[in-house]
Each structure stands twice: as C-alpha cells, then as structure tokens.
C-alpha cells in the first residue's frame, strides 16, 4: 500500500516536470535521456538546463541513496522511513520554491532537480526493498509482465500490477489537473501529502517492527 502511494507521487510529480518544468522527467530516465537528446536538437519547448539537471539530480540520489544503504541494518521500514523523509524534504523544498518564485530558467532546473535527487532516492529505496511490479517509478515491465504473462501469473500478481498502473496513472491525471488549473504549487503539495503519509506510516509502525513482517508494503 505504501509503495502504491509512492507510485502515485510519481504520477503528480512527472506531471509537473513534463507540463511546467520544460518537458522533462525527473522519475523516468529513460523518458528524460530521450528528452535530453530532443533538447539538444535544440527542438521547442523542451529545456537542455532541465534535463541536465534532472538526469544530475537523479543520479545523486541514488548515489545518496546507495550510501544511506550501506549503512543500514537492513530493516525494511526503517529503510523506508528513512529514505521517504529525506524524498519529503527534498518535494518540500521544490514546493516552496515554486509557491514563492518566479518560474524563471534558473528556478525551473533547480526545481527540477530536487524533485529528480527526490526520485532518485525513491527509486533506490523501492529497488532495496524489491516488492515485484512495484518499482515506484518506471512501468514498462510491469505493463510487459501484464501482457506476456497474463495466463501463467496468480490473481495477486496481476492485481498488483494493474494497481500499479492505476495509481500512477491516477496521480499523472490529477497532478495534470491541477497544473493545468491551479497554481503550481498545488500540485508538489498534492505530491508532499502523498509521501508525508507514507513516511508518516512508516514512522508509526517502526514502532512495531513485528508489522512489517505481516503486512505489506
């Protein structure tokens, strides 16, 4: 469930990236090295800066990410709570600068890469804890899985997958909304919210570790 809520904060923050911030990925990087190559071609409406900066972001998080790791127990929600509030603080940060600047060049790519270091986070985390079909940011698999194993897999795995799809899918549409109708920030707090939940959640049952081996995550 809470790496559900993760996928869906995907979903609002690329959102953001693609329709405010240049046209740029900042959880896809497959997407956004594409978008770098259109942007070099020097193609309208898609920002090099942001892109630059995004593919930047991205890979200093999961170095960051990788370097939290190494120094963990290996307890699941702590690695969870840990790597979601540093990801919030991160949103939080990008939340505030576009609800009090102006969307100038220079505010974009930085904006751009806090959300990307944020998603790079999350992906490292979600590649840790490994949960099929759930990596949090990229769906090309799971959607591969859904099709070309659709006979030989159970009802749980094809659930999951479909939820995966749904809430990124979900999060992409309502984070779009509020971009297109809104002030910017409404969206990132839509995105804060999401992830202040899951760290929340984690917190609390890190309480009780005993939890995290009789539900899900």
Known sequence: ???????????????????????????????NVVFLGIALAHAPGFSLTASVAALAGFLLGAFGGGVVLRHRDGHRGRLLRDMGAGELALVVA?????????????????????????????NTAARRLAVPDLTTTVLTMTLTGIAADSRGSGSATITRRILAMSTMFAGALVGALLVLRAPLAWALALAVLLIGVVVLVAFLRCRHPETWHTHGL
């Not at 505030?96 to 790079?120: D, H, I, K, N």
């Open 1 to 31: 469930m809470l790496l559900l809520l993760l996928t869906s904060a995907t979903g609002v923050i690329d959102a953001v990236s693609i329709l405010a911030l240049g046209r740029v990925f900042v959880a896809n990087m497959t997407g």
């Open 94 to 122: 990008a939340f505030l600068l576009t609800a009090v600047a102006s969307m100038t060049g220079v505010v974009v790519a930085v904006v751009a890469g806090l959300l990307a270091v944020a998603m790079g986070l999350q």
